[in-house]
């Protein structure tokens, strides 16, 4: 079945810029979303379609897309974007997968 | 306002057959383009997508659950159903639905509800 990779864990400092991949055979053909959860709480969309920014998600969040790999940065780490990072996409038959998700940890 | 609520059982034993409704408000499912889907995440560890209804009637499922799924809505009463059968209990895990569309992902979630699997 389809994958998608991430990294357990990413740490920064606050006010450094965090940056967390997802690599999966597909991402150049469909498109990446990302999810922001905390602790007890449900997911939050950050970016959809590779890039995208919805409305109220703070402008130091942003996505890029690189062939098989999709990026989430943040810009400028604050206190409060600790949590789990998730990305999802899809197969080729639209079939959704999440990745198994980075926990951001600011130091 | 789009609001999505996850109701049904907290313990199910064994072997029985999970349901599941999600109630939503704020959108409609005849809406082209409109889906709602089921996430699920157990205690501690990552989300798992299982399965999403369009406003066509399209459905798809996880390939590895898929034999134990079964998706429907009810556009006149703004729910959609998810059944699982043959619980086991490493389905334990906080069941959530989603808004989706293609132009934006899960967008909106509801609060999610807790299944425990136990005999």
């Known amino acids: 079945s389809y994958e998608l990779t991430q990294p357990p864990s990413v740490s920064v400092s606050p006010g450094q810029t965090a940056r967390i991949t997802c690599s999966g055979d597909?991402?150049?053909?469909?498109?990446a979303y990302w999810y922001q959860q905390k602790p007890g709480q449900a997911p939050v969309l950050v970016i959809y379609?590779?890039?995208e920014r919805p409305s109220g998600i703070p402008e130091r969040f942003s996505g890029s897309s690189s062939g098989t790999t999709v990026t989430l940065t943040i810009s400028g780490v604050q206190a409060e974007d600790e949590a789990d990072y998730y990305c999802?996409?899809?197969?080729?038959?639209?079939?959704?997968?999440f990745g198994g998700g980075t926990k951001l940890t600011v130091l | 306002q789009i609001t999505l609520k996850e109701s049904g059982p907290t313990l199910v034993k064994p072997t029985q057959t999970l349901t599941l409704t999600c109630t939503f408000s704020?959108?409609?499912?005849?809406?082209?383009?409109?889906?709602v889907g089921w996430i699920r995440q157990p205690p501690g560890k990552a989300l798992e997508w299982l399965a999403l209804i369009y406003w066509n009637d399209d459905k798809r499922y996880s390939p590895s659950l898929k034999s134990r799924l079964t998706i429907t809505k009810d556009t006149s009463k703004n729910q959609v159903v998810l059944t699982m059968t043959n619980m086991d209990p490493v389905d334990t895990a906080t069941y959530y639905c989603?808004?989706?569309?293609?132009?934006?992902?899960?967008?909106?979630w509801g609060q999610g509800t807790l299944v425990t699997v136990s005999s």
């Open positions: 999802q996409s899809a197969d080729s038959s639209g079939s959704e997968v």
């Open positions: 989603a808004h989706s569309t293609a132009a934006a992902g899960n967008d909106y």
């Open positions: 379609k590779d890039s």
């Open positions: 597909a991402l150049p053909k469909q498109y």
């Open positions: 704020g959108f409609s499912l005849s809406t082209s383009g409109v889906g």
